[in-house]
């Protein structure tokens, strides 16, 4: 991980409205907290995102709203930018599916896999409303699953058993536009990318790939022992882009086409658009010169583990060579209250909402506290109040102001310390174990564990403070200066157990480092930490960086569908 550039990605939100916890804590959340411990280890990386535009959905929904397509996405591309930068999203630049360079980029790419001769031309039987007098699209029509009879699958996937469906395939199809059953299958020329040519390269592939969850390799290997059949890239919209093949340019591209292209074409975005917060020099080599990592739901395995390193092998030329994915993190669902998050039903918490209620960073700590890395996982109002005071608080942020008050009420500054005897050296030995664990779990997409070693850090800071007892220490003139000695330790042992903390805490953790007042503290790296960072006579400030959630908030959340 330290000699090579890594490449952090985020599954593209989808610009229809606001995404909830579950969206978040599925992708963006995860990558950010990475992509930050990677600019902590100083390893050079970049991470990007962006809204995918395309497809039926944004056509329905901004004719729901009285906009034209291109409208409606500009409207959602604005409300989603302004809700990741309040939960503080530290994207290397967050694009969209309509740029031009996306089309640019889109269309090279098909152009190259129909050059190599991996497209087929067939015939592409679709539904039909005769209600709505529309094709409709794979995401408009539903009916229970051939496979595991989910009675609520969509026309293109099961969210159940994550199984891949034709829209033919669904007993019982219903129009979800009107609710009627009124369908019928009509047959048009349309364009497949065929898989089947690419299944064993994909094979070898994945079987090389060790780094992978073993979930998520283990689910992309059952989809190909069920043997690849090509799959239709074009549908009969008006909002994508255009196929560039004669006879075919009154198509558009499959959204699940265009979009995974969308991580190489915001790339390139980045390198020039005017307000990008950090520039992306030299793009192509981030996709020749790097290892590239998604992070992304469950429901989207498939599609990144077969489909998209599909493309990018059928792609191969001198104009589009680019680099596979290196790993592919794949969460399982995080659910709400025992019941799956569902927009239509009012189950679940909007990204928005939540942060009316609570501190981004609230969020942040107890979200990959209940990372969904090998299962489900389930939000609960009584397990968010207690990770928040009886982990956090207790643990990091008494620590904080019970440490910086004591220095400010009994010394005004950092004292001058006696030499570190047996429990300072205790204490620093278990930080750097700790400091190790933390790097080998980050290297491993172990958020969670990670997590749980960053508060072991303060956890053994808040252990040497009551084994030295300085509030008794500080009371007698003769045992003053080891008390004095021990605020000094626990003080530059706190730099420590707060910087850890910084990719999962952003804002909070810069108020900290201000008020710890550290010179130059926004370039302390990890190479920095466990080391005598502030000297006696330094000056400090305390604050409580934290507020109680209180039995009453709860209890009138509980009350919230």
């Known amino acids: 991980m330290e000699k090579k550039k890594i490449l952090v990605t985020s599954a593209l939100p989808y610009v229809n409205g606001v995404k909830h916890l579950g969206n978040i804590v599925g992708s963006m959340l995860p990558a950010d907290v990475f992509h930050r411990f990677l600019d902590l280890m100083e390893t050079e990386n970049i991470f990007i995102c962006g809204t995918d535009e395309h497809g039926t959905q944004t ?106 469906i034709d829209p033919s395939e669904l007993v019982n199809p219903r129009c979800k536009i009107c609710g009627k059953s009124d369908i019928s299958f009509k047959k048009e020329k349309h364009l497949f ?39 239709c890239i074009t549908r009969n919209l008006k909002w994508g882009v255009k196929v560039p093949l004669k006879g075919y340019s009154h198509l558009v591209f499959y959204v699940w086409f265009d979009a995974p292209i969308g991580y190489i074409s915001i790339t390139k975005e980045g390198s020039v658009d005017k307000v990008a917060k950090k520039k992306i020099k030299n793009w192509k080599k981030w996709w020749a010169d790097s290892q590239v990592y998604h992070f992304l ?21 001198k104009s ?62 009584n397990e968010f109040q207690s990770k928040i005071n009886n982990e956090l608080i207790a643990n990091y942020g008494n620590l904080f102001y019970r440490t910086t008050s004591f220095i400010e009420k009994h010394f005004g500054k950092v004292p001058r310390p006696l030499k ?8 620093n030995e278990n930080i750097k174990k700790s400091l190790d664990k933390i790097k080998d779990y980050v290297s491993e997409v172990k958020l969670k564990d990670a997590l749980k070693e960053c508060l072991n850090i303060s956890d053994e800071i808040n252990k040497y403070f009551q084994i030295k007892e300085p509030w008794i220490m500080v009371k007698d003139k003769k045992t003053r200066k080891y008390a004095a000695s021990t605020l000094y330790y626990a003080t530059n042992a706190l730099v420590t157990a707060t910087y850890v ?15 710890l007042n550290i010179k130059n503290g926004d370039k302390i790296k990890w190479k920095d930490l466990n080391k005598q960072l502030i000297k006696p006579g ?18 009138k959340l509980k009350q919230r569908r």
């Open 501 to 515: 903390l910084k990719p999962i805490m952003p804002q909070t953790i810069n108020q900290a480092i201000k008020f």
């Open 59 to 164: 056509e329905i929904a901004a004719l729901g709203e009285n906009l034209s397509p291109a409208e409606y996405s500009e409207k959602y591309y604005k409300i989603q930018k302004e809700i990741y930068d309040r939960w503080n999203f530290d994207f290397t630049f967050f694009g969209r599916t309509s740029s031009k360079s996306h089309v640019e980029i889109t269309q090279q790419f098909f152009n190259s896999i129909y050059k190599n001769g991996y497209i087929e031309k067939n015939d592409l039987t679709l539904p039909f409303c005769k209600d709505c007098k529309m094709f409709l699209a794979d995401r408009y029509i539903e009916g229970t699953c051939p496979n595991c009879q989910n009675d609520k699958a969509r026309g293109d996937q099961c969210e159940q058993c994550s199984k891949l």
């Open 538 to 555: 330094h000056t400090l400030k305390s604050i409580i960086l934290f507020q109680k959630v209180d039995d009453s908030e709860i209890t």
């Open 297 to 317: 739901g469950k429901d989207n395995i498939p599609f990144h583990t077969v489909f998209w390193p599909g493309m990018i092998m059928a792609a191969k030329s």
């Open 193 to 231: 990318l065929d898989l089947t040519k690419l299944q064993e390269e994909l094979k070898k592939w994945i079987m090389k790939n060790k780094q992978w969850p073993t979930g998520t390799r283990n689910f992309a290997l059952s989809w190909l022992e069920e043997g690849l059949k090509p799959r």
């Open 320 to 381: 589009t060579d680019y680099n596979l994915p290196h790993l592919v993190q794949g969460y399982e669902y995080l659910n709400w209250q025992d019941e799956k998050f569902s927009t239509s039903r009012g189950i679940g918490l909007f990204s928005d909402d939540a942060l009316e209620m609570f501190p981004s960073d609230y969020w942040r700590f107890y979200l990959i506290s209940i990372l969904p890395e090998k299962k489900d996982s389930n939000f609960e109002w």
């Open 420 to 427: 570190p005897g047996t429990a300072e050296n205790e204490m």
